[in-house]
């Protein structure tokens, strides 16, 4: 028998029921603003990336940055952009 309730589900996994309630006992010990940083914290941020088709051939471009780096988001590409361009890139870009 195939199930679609999510709450059978849960039923047949009593792991689940658990680690959720523990969730739910620390998150109800905190103070709203322990609670925000925790959800900060804990919540998935999806990375900097964009799709862009050109002349059939479809680009991925996906940026991955580390968070103790010296430098933040807008100083890299500042720096970057700063940079002269090498010969043979039109306008500061690889075409």
């Not at 900060?40 to 990336?49: G, H, M, N």
């Not at 940026?63 to 780096?69: G, N, Q, R």
């Not at 940079?83 to 306008?91: A, D, N, Q, R, V």
């Amino acid at each position: 028998m195939e199930k679609t309730n999510d709450a059978d589900s849960m039923q047949d996994r009593p792991e689940i029921k658990q680690l959720l309630q523990e969730i739910t006992d620390l998150l109800a010990a905190m103070t709203k603003e322990e609670r925000i940083a925790w959800f900060k914290q804990t919540a998935y941020s999806p990375p900097v990336e964009f799709v862009r088709e050109m002349d059939g051939t479809v680009y991925i471009v996906r940026s991955l940055f580390d968070p103790d780096a010296s430098e933040n988001i807008p100083e890299k590409v500042e720096r970057i952009l700063s940079k002269p361009s090498p010969e043979g890139i039109e306008g500061g870009r690889q075409i």
